[in-house]
């Protein structure tokens, strides 16, 4: 785990055109994804590939797997699970998945680009031509010691999308292994379907408890996810909410 300092961090939701700044309080992120070898430990089983980012995992595999470390190492899990319904307690000091706001933050390390550094430095992408993850730490790390920030594999994150648009979908950041560079950037969004697990998606994981507010914490709020779910009044051209 790497300590991340407390910043500032900006933040847009592009259906309602609104961007607005957090501050958030330091936390610690892990300096790799989350690897074969350690989910498999955890499993009880063997890794094929022990030193590649475990991939094929869905966001609520990775909340499960997250409340089995904590369990291990003797800290209190962060989230409740009810089937399909995740609560994170905020001020729980176990592993859980960044916020969105964390996860940024962390990527840019401070750098202000697209990109931490070259891109051919720091991150595997379409142009290297591979056809499957990589070992982790193969390529430069940002300048808070973190690996594969960019490009490998995208990284689930706590946050909705956009619950209007794409209901119950969970935030993914980062790239992967065969994107090209406009979407290995620090500023990309996508998500999936809580049981979503495709190949180049994997999951790195954060600690800190928090003080305040218990639903709402490091830029995520469960009252402003309820203000995103609301398509009351009139939509953008082209735009039609989700079916329920």
Not at 31 to 51: D, F, K
Not at 111 to 126: C, D, I, M, Q, R
Not at 143 to 153: K, P, Q, R, Y
């Amino acid at each position: 785990m790497a300590a991340i300092p407390g910043g500032t961090v900006a933040l847009h939701d592009a259906r309602r055109k609104v961007r607005w700044s957090v501050e958030l309080e330091p936390f610690e992120l892990g300096r790799y994804p989350v690897t074969e070898e350690q989910l498999a430990e955890m499993l009880g089983e063997s890794a094929a590939h022990p030193r590649r980012p475990a991939t094929g995992v869905s966001w609520l595999r990775a909340v499960r797997f997250c409340n089995a470390a904590s369990e291990w190492e003797g800290l209190d899990p962060a989230y409740a699970v009810d089937g399909d319904e995740v609560t994170w307690h905020v001020d729980a000091d176990g592993f859980r998945l960044p916020t969105e706001a964390e996860w940024e933050l962390a990527c840019r390390a401070g750098s202000t680009g697209a990109h931490y550094g070259p891109l051919a430095e720091v991150a595997w992408t379409a142009a290297d031509g591979v056809t499957a993850p990589q070992a982790i730490g193969g390529r430069m790390p940002n300048a808070f010691g973190l690996f594969d920030t960019l490009g490998n594999v995208w990284e689930w994150c706590w946050d909705l999308l956009d619950p209007a648009r794409y209901g119950d979908y969970r935030v993914f950041r980062g790239g992967g292994f065969a994107d090209d560079a406009w979407s290995v950037r620090a500023s990309t969004r996508r998500g999936g379907a809580p049981r979503t697990a495709l190949e180049d998606l994997g999951f790195r994981v954060a600690r800190g408890g928090f003080d305040g507010p218990a639903d709402a914490a490091q830029g995520w709020s469960a009252e402003v996810d309820r203000e995103r779910a609301d398509v009351s009044g009139p939509l953008p051209v082209g735009w039609t909410p989700r079916r329920r």
